[in-house]
């Protein structure tokens, strides 16, 4: 199947903003599918078919899937993949284009860190809300929400790329707008991932 230009950058920001949410899913979702030859997987993702790479990204979507929907599990599991999911996001997006356009692919790996970071930040904001309350079904509610959602979106990336913009600028509205109202459980993410970092640097 030959992509034309919307369509390989509709791929790029689906990957970047699904991982912020489910980096595991994308990966296995994305590999599963060039695997089945349900796509055809541009040269730089295709390592995500082998099928070493379908065990591990599977078996992490599966304990990210049960972790996700415990609550302060959720909150303590966003805060470690801060770190993994953005980079990764970019990574994932840059590989739409591969080595052989750069100009492409790193305009692809700025626009899927910035959605990796938007998508990751409004999840990570959100969830530690919702862990304010003591009934956890807000928190499954908003879990099972995600799980939807990315291979919803990643599925219209590939076969409706603008029905794809249209959704990802209004849940990049939605977004921005969770963040804003939640900015005070960010800052406590944000303190306790500085924390966490600064424990773990050697002591002099």
Do not use: C
Not at 48 to 74: N, R
């Amino acid at each position: 199947m030959n992509l034309d230009t919307t369509q390989l950058m509709a791929i790029a920001a689906g990957l970047g903003w699904a991982s912020g949410l489910r980096l595991y899913a994308v990966v296995f979702l994305t590999g599963m599918a060039g695997f089945m030859g349900w796509v055809d997987l541009p040269q730089g993702l295709q390592l995500l078919q082998h099928p070493l790479m379908l065990g591990a990204s599977g078996l992490m979507w599966s304990v990210e899937f049960f972790a996700d929907k415990i609550p302060g599990v959720d909150t303590v599991w966003d805060v470690l993949h801060t770190l993994i999911r953005i980079p990764a996001g970019a990574a994932l997006a840059a590989g739409v284009f591969g080595a052989d356009h750069t100009t492409a692919a790193a305009v692809a790996a700025v626009l899927g860190g910035m959605l990796a970071a938007t998508s990751h930040v409004a999840k990570a904001s959100t969830r530690a809300a919702a862990n304010t309350s003591p009934e956890p079904f807000s928190n499954i509610g908003l879990s099972l929400l995600g799980d939807g959602a990315v291979p919803v979106m990643l599925w219209l990336s590939w076969q409706q790329p603008l029905v794809f913009f249209g959704l990802l600028l209004l849940a990049l509205v939605v977004m921005v707008v969770l963040i804003w109202v939640f900015a005070k459980f960010l800052r406590q993410l944000l303190r306790l991932l500085s924390k966490w970092l600064g424990a773990s640097q050697p002591s002099t």
